[in-house]
């Protein structure tokens, strides 16, 4: 079956350092890929959707400067956080979508600590 | 074997009707277990968690089941808009093992 990789599981830095998370598709090519972000005991918020080889669409209120998506092959997207601050701290998930049928695969997730 | 595991469906019951489906997990470290409702390209949404002795929401049951590894979901008088996919969430060491989700169409 579909998996998505997503690395690293756990990241800790300190407050105006970058952070790049990865999503991979393992076993399919993934036109689209979905970035989430999920606080404490809240359901998963959309940040932005990539498609490959183009600019991603970003949710409202979601900087894109601030947070910059790469979807350079139909395998891989990265999500940088740049100049991280405590308020970034949160649960990040990628998902994939395959195929035509557009079912998603998620990632394990991303726990990020700003210090 | 995958880590979560799901019937990918879909399932088509009819309005009213009780439908219930399982998710298995091949880890018996797994600590903690949430359901997810997603509706078609919109991002997952927590239905809610899965305790040890079972609860209860509404129409709403979720159980666990840990000699056997798995959790299911019942749902009961079941509506229209109750059609959605469900997915399967694992937290184990702190990371979220998604299940790919079963599909449930619920009709007149």
């Known amino acids: 079956g579909a998996v998505v990789s997503q690395h690293p599981s756990w990241v800790i830095c300190k407050s105006g350092t970058s952070v790049k998370i990865e999503c991979r598709s393992l076993?399919?090519?993934?036109?689209?890929m979905f970035w989430y972000r999920q606080f404490p005991k809240q359901s998963l918020m959309l940040m932005a959707t990539?498609?490959?080889?183009?600019?991603?669409?970003?949710e409202q209120g979601v900087e894109k400067d601030k947070f910059l998506i790469n979807h350079a092959s139909l395998t891989l997207s990265t999500l940088t956080v740049t100049s991280a601050h405590p308020e970034d701290s949160s649960f990040y998930i990628c998902s994939a979508a395959q195929g035509l049928d557009e079912k998603l695969f998620f990632g394990s997730g991303t726990q990020l600590s700003v210090l | 074997r995958k880590e979560v595991e799901q019937d990918p469906g879909p399932f088509n019951v009819p309005e009213g009707a009780t439908v219930a489906f399982n998710c298995t997990y091949s880890?018996?470290?797994?600590?903690?277990f949430f359901w997810y409702r997603q509706d078609c390209r919109k991002e997952p949404k927590l239905l809610m968690s899965?305790?040890?002795?079972?609860n209860e929401d509404g129409r709403f049951t979720a159980q666990l089941n840990r000699a056997s590894q798995y959790i299911s979901l019942l749902i009961r008088d079941s509506k229209l808009s109750d059609s959605a996919t469900y997915l399967c969430?694992?937290?184990?060491?702190?990371?979220?093992?998604w299940g790919a989700g079963t599909k449930l169409i619920i009709k007149p």
């Open positions: 880890n018996s470290a797994s600590q903690s």
């Open positions: 899965v305790y040890s002795s079972g």
């Open positions: 969430v694992v937290n184990l060491n702190y990371q979220l093992i």
């Open positions: 076993d399919f090519q993934a036109t689209t």
């Open positions: 990539s498609n490959e080889g183009s600019k991603a669409t970003y």
